[in-house]
Every structure is written in structure tokens, then in C-alpha cells.
């Protein structure tokens, strides 16, 4: 059995979804709800095994303060506020919410976004009146014909491709390292991608490299009727940039669930774009992917308190070492 504790400031009812068969498989469990690692007893934090963080920041100060640490289990896909690297160095196991029924619901999430931008659907959800706008007036583009951009190809983006590498349009996928793709699809570099997207779908995960990686530079490049989604992470684009390319011109659009400062403030110039559609972070969150997260979180916290790696282990560099740590057991 593990001493085990899930900490956050967000999702009470997925830390007690979590909770709950830990604590009755026989594992000490403590959930604590509240803003940051200070969320958590410092003493609990030092006797922490396993630590299940739901939205606080792990890094080299809270790994310092949990010398017991096996394994970090995050139940969302992204990892962004865990120090991979810290937590390497440290000997720590790092695993996600890799569910796939997560991965379909965020696929889903971004064709959807996708479609409601090129067809303008707020606006059509909002005028009943279907006599109002003449015909030339009418801004929708259908998505055939089109030049698809994935940026990133990650689980969410292999399950795009898939799905859109039948609807006649040409997909062209940039990614640091190339892998198989759907019939049709072909790998580009990121000028290319930037420059003949007329659909781009920001789909790459967050770190130092992709920070701002959609900047006032690479949005300049972009054709002047293009569409951007991005349902990944707020900070992969420069968000006062995004916000002066869509003044610009009223014939780009862009679809966002995320953003850099997370609720969009009230007063966020976003708010007052029409070419812009916001969803507030939930677009893919489905009764199907909050189920699977929560059957790989406690799957995951299993395989670590039984001394296995689990199966959405992000840093497998590091397994040679875990097996030392988790044999000597935690530190007296």
C-alpha cells in the first residue's frame, strides 16, 4: 500500500472519483483541495509516495520537500506544470491521463471548433432570421478543398488526421519527429506550414521550445482569410499578436478553448472580436474522457504503489533507475 495524495485548486468531483477506490483498495489517502503545492500539509507532503497533482505546479521546490516521491500521476494529458526534467533528475516517474477516450473527445473537440468557425455558427445560432444576410454578404467556407495544417502530432493529432484524411482536403502535418500518417497526408516544415494553411490547428504540446511559437512573425505569414483553433495550450501563441492579425482582417478566424491567463479575463480584447469563437477550456471535456481519466489515474497510482511502471509513463528514460528507488523504499 502507498501514501497517497491528490492535490488541486480545480475538480473536486475528479479528486474524490480518484480517492474513493484508492482509499478503499487500502492505500493512505489524503485529498486536498485548495490553490498550489501549499495546498498540501507539509508534513503529508514529506511522507508523500505518490502525489496525483489536479492542476498545481510540480518543481524542484516540491520535489525537494517530498523526499519520498516514487511517482507523480497526472490525470489530464498535458504535463506542462510538471519539471520533467526535475522530476528525472530526481528519480520520479512522471505519468499521464493518457486515456484515449480523453484523445478522441479533444479530436473531436478540435473538428468541431474547426467547422463552427468556417461556417460561422454563433453568428447563425444568434439571427433566426435567415432572410436578413443577402448572399454576398455570406462569409461560411466550407472545409473540402482545403489546405489542413496540424501543428504537432501527438495522440489528439494522429486521431484528427485520421479522421479528416477522407474528407478531400490536403492535410500537411509539421512535427519535430515524423511518423506514420493517414493516406494523403504528408509531413511539411514550419514556413510551409504557417504560409499554406488555410485551416491551422494548433495540436503541440506546451514547453520552452513552443512557447509563443504561433508569434506576431509566424502569424504574418499567414494567408489573410486563414483560420486558427487551438485547442492545446493558450501560451503557444502570442495572444496580443493573435488579437492585432484578426483586426487586421475580418476574413480570419479564430476558434480558442485556451488561453494564456486561464478564466480569459473579463476584460480581454478577445472578448470583443466577432471573428473570434471562445469556449472557456471544456470544448473536449465529455462524460467519456472524465471516465477514462479517472480509470487511468487509478490505474496508474496502482502500478506505481506495486512498484510497475505505468502504462502512460512520460520519462521511460528513467526506468533503469526506478527500480532501485521503489526496492530500497522511501527515505526513513
Known sequence: MAVVTIAGPIAPELIDAVAGPLTAGGHDVVAAVGQGSEAIEPGRLARTEILVPVGIRCDADLLAAAPRLRAIVTPF??????????????GVLVANGGAREHSVSMAEATILLMLA?????????GDM??????????????VSGLTVGVLGYGSIARIVAERLASWDVDLIVHNRTPHALPPGARFVGFEELVRNADILLVLVGLAPE??????????????????????????LIDEAAL??????????????DVF????????????DLPN????????????????????VTIANVEAAAAGRPPA?????????????RTEAGPPA
Open 312 to 324: 502512460t509513463t512520460c520519462n521511460r528514460e528513467i526506468l533503469d533507475r526506478w527500480p532501485a
Open 117 to 125: 468557425a468556417c461556417y460561422e455558427l454563433p453568428k447563425s445560432v
Open 243 to 256: 488579437v492585432d492579425w484578426l483586426r487586421e482582417s475580418p476574413s480570419r478566424r479564430a476558434a480558442l
Open 276 to 295: 473570434a469563437l471562445l469556449t472557456p477550456h471544456c470544448a473536449g471535456h465529455t462524460q467519456d474522457s472524465i471516465a477514462g481519466m479517472i480509470r
Open 210 to 235: 513552443t512557447r509563443h511559437i504561433l508569434d506576431r512573425d509566424a502569424l504574418s505569414r499567414m494567408k489573410t482569410d486563414a483560420v486558427i483553433v487551438n485547442s492545446a495550450r493558450g501560451a
Open 260 to 271: 494564456e491567463v486561464e478564466p480569459l479575463p473579463p476584460d480581454s480584447p478577445l472578448r
Open 77 to 90: 494529458l498535458g504535463i506542462d506544470l510538471i519539471d520533467l526534467t526535475a522530476a528525472s533528475r530526481a
Open 129 to 142: 432570421d435567415p432572410w436578413r444576410a443577402g448572399a454576398r454578404s455570406i462569409r461560411r467556407r466550407m
